[in-house]
């Protein structure tokens, strides 16, 4: 299956600029991506105890799928020192990104979200943003971007099929991001079992 998602670009106060993603169809790579988001916004951020409740459900996580969560970031950073080519543009090696917390929080509650829901978009059920996620989770950014995919059944095969799209590509990147939160969810009812995203930050 091969699926080709347009790119987009809005104004909401600033730009927020829409990769084009499609998903690529290999043998360990099938299922689905939707375009990599990214905005400049800065952004505020929710109360302690708002972000402690919002991330209360996501914190307790099988831990089969926390090393998932963790060999993605790993894989990243492979990708950003060695560089990489996306959409024909090479982009040099840059520096490793730091797990943030709040970011996997967020990444997890959507993950989770579309995985309980079978849906597949970055905007959530209650019709959240991929911002107003990370808000809700605590962080608060200059820069942001968000990568999603379904299908994967490996964190080799979702690294790759990002890699393999310029939007996603371009948000793994990024230079001027430094916070990666991953976020793996199963739900083998749902059509394409494994959820994952990627939300990314910098302060």
Known sequence: MKRIVRGLSMLLGATLFVGCGG?????????MTEEGMRTEAPSGVESLATTQAYCDDVNSWDSSWTSFENQVLTLVNQKRAAGASCGGVWKGPTAALTLDTRLRCAARK?????????????????????WQRMNSAGYS?????????????TPAAVVT??????????????PGLKHLGVGYFYA???????????DFGRQ
């Open 23 to 31: 998903d690529v169809s290999a043998p360990e790579s099938e299922g």
């Open 110 to 130: 959507h993950s989770k979200d579309l995985g309980t829901t079978n849906t597949f978009s970055h905007t959530g059920s209650n019709g959240s943003s991929p």
């Open 141 to 153: 950014y200059m820069q942001a971007a968000e990568n999603i995919a379904a299908g994967q059944s």
């Open 161 to 174: 099929t990002w890699m393999n799209s310029t939007g996603h590509c371009n948000n793994i990147m990024e």
């Open 188 to 198: 083998s009812g749902s059509t394409y079992k494994h959820y994952w995203t990627q």
